[in-house]
């Protein structure tokens, strides 16, 4: 599942094993999840 970072704009790779969630390249804690543009149809019923 790939973030993005709000300070550094960064594409990343969390690891929850190691414990905290920080980017690796600026230590930013504040991360976005990259969503796919798909767009989903549900027929109503």
Do not use: F, N, Q, W
């Not at 704009?9 to 999840?33: A, F, N, Q, W």
């Not at 969503?35 to 027929?43: E, G, Q, Y």
């Amino acid at each position: 599942m790939g973030y993005k970072c709000t300070r550094c704009k960064m594409t990343v790779e969390i690891d929850y094993s190691s414990g905290g969630i920080r980017c690796p390249y600026c230590g930013h804690r504040i991360l976005i999840k990259h969503r796919p543009t798909m767009i989903k149809r549900v027929v109503a019923e």
